[in-house]
């Protein structure tokens, strides 16, 4: 979700909510998603990598 302000807020959810999210119709097509991790040796505040989103069957 984003803020009024640009922030973006992000939130874990557990991987049993995906069904729930199968059911929003959306215009586009999710390829991509980052994963956030700690940074090493106080580099920022996190670290974030993208990986290739695979659809689970």
């Known amino acids: 979700m984003t803020g009024s302000d640009g922030r973006v807020f992000v939130a ?4 049993s909510s ?3 999210y199968a059911k929003i ?7 991509a998603v980052l994963d956030v991790a ?3 040796e106080n580099s920022g505040p996190f670290v974030l990598t993208e990986r ?6």
């Open 12 to 15: 874990e959810e557990p991987l």
């Open 18 to 20: 995906f069904e729930e």
């Open 25 to 31: 119709s959306i215009a586009f097509e999710v390829v």
């Open 38 to 40: 700690e940074p090493a």
């Open 52 to 57: 290739r989103f695979v659809v689970p069957q």
